[in-house]
Nanobody, 124 residues
Framework: QVQLVESGGGLVQAGGSLRLSCAAS????????MGWFHQAPGKEREFVAAIWWGGRITYFADSVKGRATIIRDNAKNMVYLQINSLSLEDTAVYYC?????????????????WGQGTQVTVSS
């Protein structure tokens, strides 16, 4: 049974930073490209960042480019997303996703597995 479990969300002040974690189990983690998406109330799910299974190649949405970092730790089956300079527009549920031996992609329908999400709320 494949499981992706996000954690690290919560309430943060605008201008602050946050690190989200995704713990994967039930899969050979090193063979999966990992992605992060977010979804605000009433909005569509949107790509945030991804990291390739085969190396350290990363891909970021324009909305977070320059202030986000995605890191994977294959020894721990973990992927992390850190976002700095948070704004109200970052408020959303954040999901991690896995795509077996996949290229980095922003298309949600190309990912094989999804977590349940963790809420991030940015306040002023």
């Amino acid at each position: 049974q494949v499981q992706l479990v996000e954690s690290g969300g919560g309430l943060v002040q605008a201008g602050g930073s946050l690190r989200l974690s995704c713990a994967a189990s039930g899969l050979t983690f090193s063979l999966y490209t990992m992605g992060w998406f977010h979804q605000a109330p009433g909005k569509e799910r949107e790509f945030v960042a991804a990291i390739w299974w085969g190396g350290r190649i990363t891909y970021f949405a324009d909305s977070v480019k320059g202030r986000a970092t995605i890191i994977r730790d294959n020894a721990k089956n973990m992927v992390y997303l850190q976002i700095n300079s948070l704004s109200l527009e970052d408020t959303a549920v954040y999901y991690c996703a896995a795509k077996i031996k996949g290229a980095v992609t922003r298309r949600a329908d190309e990912y094989d597995y999804w977590g349940q999400g963790t809420q991030v709320t940015v306040s002023s």
